[in-house]
C-alpha cells in the first residue's frame, strides 16, 4: 500500500496570507490527524477527522481550520498567516482508533 | 489532561553500544503508548506501541520498549545500535477514548559516534 503523502512538500508565504495543506491518507484508512511540528513548541495536535467530522481538536486559534473529503483526503487551511506558523505539518492517518501513520510532512516558511 | 517526559534532550552513544531513552507518562488510566522516530527532514515512523497485554514489546529495527504501569514509564532498548540510528525519538500516549490525539514528548536526539 501507498504511505500517506501530503502535498506540497515546502510552501513560502508572507504574513496575512493564507495557505492550504493537503493529505491524502492509506488506501481504507478512514481517520486523518494534523500536528504541527516547531522546534520551539515540539508536536502539538490540531484536530482529526474521521468520516468526514471533526472528531477532536488541540488548542488552536480558529485561523486553523481544516475538513474532510468523501474519499477520506483531508485538507488544512491556516488563515491570516503570522510569522510563528513557519512549522513542519505533519498529518497522520489510521483505520479507526489505533496506530497512526505519518506522511513526510508540509514545510511551511512564513516570511 | 495528559503529559509526555523523555527526560533526556540529547544522548551520545558509541557504536556497538546499548542505548535506553527515558519516557514517562501521565494519565489516569492506561493508555495506548507509541515510539516513533524521525530523520531530518522526515516525518515520523512507528518503531512500537503498546495497547494491552505483554509488557515487554518488540518493534521494528531492533528496538523494543518495557512498559511500568507502577513507574509510569515506557522506556526504549536497543541491545546494540548501527550508525543509522542516529535520530530523534519521540514517545506519545494516546488515551483509547480520545480518538487519535496523540500527545508527544519533547523527543530525544540520538547521536551515535563511530
Known amino acids: 500500500k501507498a504511505g500517506v503523502t501530503q502535498t506540497p512538500r515546502y510552501l513560502i508565504k508572507t504574513r496575512g496570507q493564507q495557505v492550504t495543506l493537503s493529505c491524502s491518507p492509506i488506501?481504507?484508512?478512514?481517520?486523518v490527524s494534523w500536528y504541527q511540528q516547531t522546534p520551539g513548541q515540539g508536536l502539538q495536535f490540531l484536530f482529526e477527522y474521521f468520516s468526514e467530522t471533526q472528531r477532536n481538536k488541540g488548542n488552536f486559534p480558529g485561523r486553523f481550520s481544516g475538513r474532510q473529503f468523501s474519499n477520506s483526503r483531508s485538507e488544512m487551511n491556516v488563515s491570516t498567516l503570522e510569522l510563528g506558523d513557519s512549522a513542519l505539518y505533519l498529518c497522520a492517518s489510521s483505520f479507526t482508533t489505533d496506530t497512526q501513520y505519518f506522511g513526510p510532512g508540509t514545510r511551511l516558511t512564513v516570511l | 489532561a495528559q503529559s509526555v517526559t523523555q527526560p533526556d534532550i540529547h544522548i551520545t552513544v558509541s557504536e556497538g553500544a546499548s542505548l535506553e531513552l527515558r519516557c514517562n507518562y501521565s494519565?489516569?488510566?492506561?493508555?495506548?503508548l507509541f515510539w516513533y522516530v524521525q530523520s531530518p527532514g522526515q516525518g515520523l515512523q512507528l518503531l512500537l506501541k503498546y495497547f494491552s497485554g505483554d509488557t515487554l514489546v518488540q518493534g521494528i529495527k531492533g528496538f523494543e520498549a518495557e512498559f511500568k504501569r507502577s513507574q509510569s514509564s515506557f522506556n526504549l532498548r536497543k541491545p546494540s545500535v548501527h550508525w543509522s540510528d542516529a535520530a530523534e525519538y519521540f514517545c506519545?500516549?494516546?488515551?483509547?477514548?480520545?480518538?487519535?490525539?496523540?500527545?508527544f514528548g519533547g523527543g530525544t536526539r540520538v547521536l551515535v559516534k563511530p
Open positions: 488506501s481504507g484508512h478512514r481517520s
Open positions: 506519545a500516549v494516546g488515551p483509547p477514548a480520545a480518538g487519535n490525539k496523540l500527545t
Open positions: 494519565y489516569g488510566a492506561t493508555p495506548y
